[in-house]
């Protein structure tokens, strides 16, 4: 493999025995990705491969990494797609391209968002004020200044009503209404009412913030500790919750362990 190098105010490449294997001519390079790397000259960007050749001219006003064979780039203002030949697989008619993320890219028009396949596809629509990425096959998306799910249909999972939705992990999401946080599932079920000031996703479970108190619940929505703790940890599974001069030590069931006083 190749070290990015910084030589008289220029950037190349050295190999594992410290000799220069790319010429410090670069404002800029960065690591290799899927044989090439991104690199920057008088200003615009290109693609070189291994041996330095420019195999993509510098003429880019920016660019990103490749990815499955795809690499997005912007000229003029507009946005698009090229393969490692450089040829642009999807024209630069947007304002704004997003990566692939489950086969879809968020796709930018006028201030509108959609998405577009690999060929170039606009398969969703550019209606949306912003929108996400998609994870696990759903996107959140905001429409009349609120934000909702829709899958890779198209199709509305749930109302358009949240102040922000976050992206799914594991089958669930978090949301919010008025700083007020709760949890929906990938059938657009709220499994936690917005009533928590605070959410946060540790392994299995979930630590909420209840008038300021603590508690833990599972996945599936349902209680493991209810909130009434000061504080509370997770290590190696094992939930510490503190309330006064006390720490209690749960398993993940919720079950007690341990209980040490001050």
Do not use: H
Request: glycine fraction near 10%; proline fraction near 3%.
């Amino acid at each position: 493999g190749f070290a990015r190098v910084k030589l008289n105010g220029k950037y190349g490449f050295i190999d594992k025995t410290g000799k220069e294997a790319i010429p410090f001519k670069y404002d800029d390079v960065w690591d290799f990705s899927e044989g090439l790397s991104m690199v920057k000259l008088n200003g615009k960007w290109g693609y070189i491969d291994t041996t330095g050749k420019e195999v993509i001219p510098c003429k880019y006003d920016y660019a990103y990494d490749f990815s499955k064979g795809l690499a997005r780039v912007r000229l003029n203002n507009k946005c698009g797609y090229l393969d490692k030949t450089g040829k642009e697989v999807i024209p630069f008619n947007y304002d704004y391209l997003g990566p692939f993320k489950d086969g879809l890219a968020c796709a930018g028009q006028k201030g509108e968002f959609g998405f577009i396949d690999t060929a170039g596809i606009e398969v969703i629509p550019c209606k949306y004020e912003d929108a996400n990425s998609f994870y696990e096959g759903l996107s959140a998306v905001k429409l009349n200044g609120k934000w909702g799910y829709i899958d890779k249909t198209g199709r509305e999972i749930c109302p358009y009503k949240y102040d922000w939705a976050y992206d799914f992990s594991k089958g669930l999401a978090q949301v919010e209404i008025n700083r007020k946080y709760g949890v929906i599932n990938s059938q657009g079920n709220e499994i936690l009412p917005l009533i928590f000031s605070n959410i946060e996703f540790v392994g299995s479970v979930i630590i909420v913030t209840l008038n300021r108190q603590y508690g833990v619940i599972s996945n599936n929505g349902e209680y493991i500790l209810p909130c009434i703790y000061d504080d509370i940890d997770i290590n190696d599974d094992v939930i510490v919750a503190r309330k006064s001069n006390t720490i209690y030590e749960f398993n993940q069931s919720g079950e007690l362990v341990n209980i040490f006083c001050n």
